[in-house]
């Protein structure tokens, strides 16, 4: 299912913008993502593989562990351009080991499964090979790097990524130009440019810059791991404004959370339930709603209905 194009449904996604900025905003990003698409090449120098169904995510039967323990079950999960997933259950039902895993942790094992991104297999890909073809993983607790600024990491972030596709790097000049148009479309105040990198930040500000990071980097596939945790309401609108504004037809995000708040401000197509390991219930954003009245005990095997 493809995010619509018309004027209602970004008004609706993008809290606090008119329906004609939310859809300036994201018109814009789209079409500076559409040129990055169109540019990608992989060392070889061909079109990197898409999958025929449009899958930017195809994960089969994924059984992984951690010092002999198992903690993915069996998971199946497939994600469509231009969709939103959220990824709901319980403390320990392995929803971050997932994200975790997608982005290349080499303290996980997988035993079996195959995880497709963009139709290649990328469990024998390092996570600096991943995030070269586009793969984002927004930490629940984002680390902070003193003395390096914000400007360094990302443009040296983004030139690598450029690089490894067999691109011309961007010049100061022109990764600052670049820099500063995203800023200004995730709302992120200009100082934070020479701020190392979440160093003394605030909860708030942490989570914004690695939007930041996001918008910069412009992935095919963000994976945002409980990005609403630890932010009050206020902040919480920000982070989630400055997410959707970088929705489009071309990506699709998978949005790990523990409430159902952080989907008042993010509308998911999908809601998937993972309880011990598997994927237990998967429905609309209306069983997110369900959890938060009911909870996760009604998920029992007899009941559920994948």
Partial sequence: MLVPNHK?????????????QSAERAGIFEQAVKREREAQQNKD??????????????????????????????VNLTVRKGEIHAIMGPNGAGKSTLAKVLAGDPAYEVVSGEVLFLGQNILELDPEQRAHLGLFLGFQYP?????????????????????ARSEPVLSDEEFQKLLDERMELVEVRSEFKLRGVNEGFSGGEKKRNEILQMAVLAPALAILDETDSGLDIDAMRI??????CLMNEENALLLITHYQRLLDYIRPHFVHVIIDGKVVQSGGAELALELENKGYDWLHPAEVNV
Avoid: M
Wanted: hydrophobic letters at 40%; proline letters at 4%; a positive charge.
């Fill in 239 to 244: 982070v989630a404004r400055g997410v959707s």
């Fill in 45 to 74: 120098g061909s079109k990197i593989a898409e999958n025929f169904c449009g899958w930017v995510l195809e994960i089969k039967e994924l059984h992984v562990t951690i010092e002999g323990k198992p903690i993915l079950k069996g």
């Fill in 8 to 20: 209602s449904f970004y008004q609706d996604l993008r809290p606090g913008f008119s329906a004609g």
């Fill in 143 to 163: 680390v902070e790097l003193p003395g390096i600024s914000n400007l360094q990491f990302l443009q040296t972030a983004y030139n690598a990524k450029r690089k």
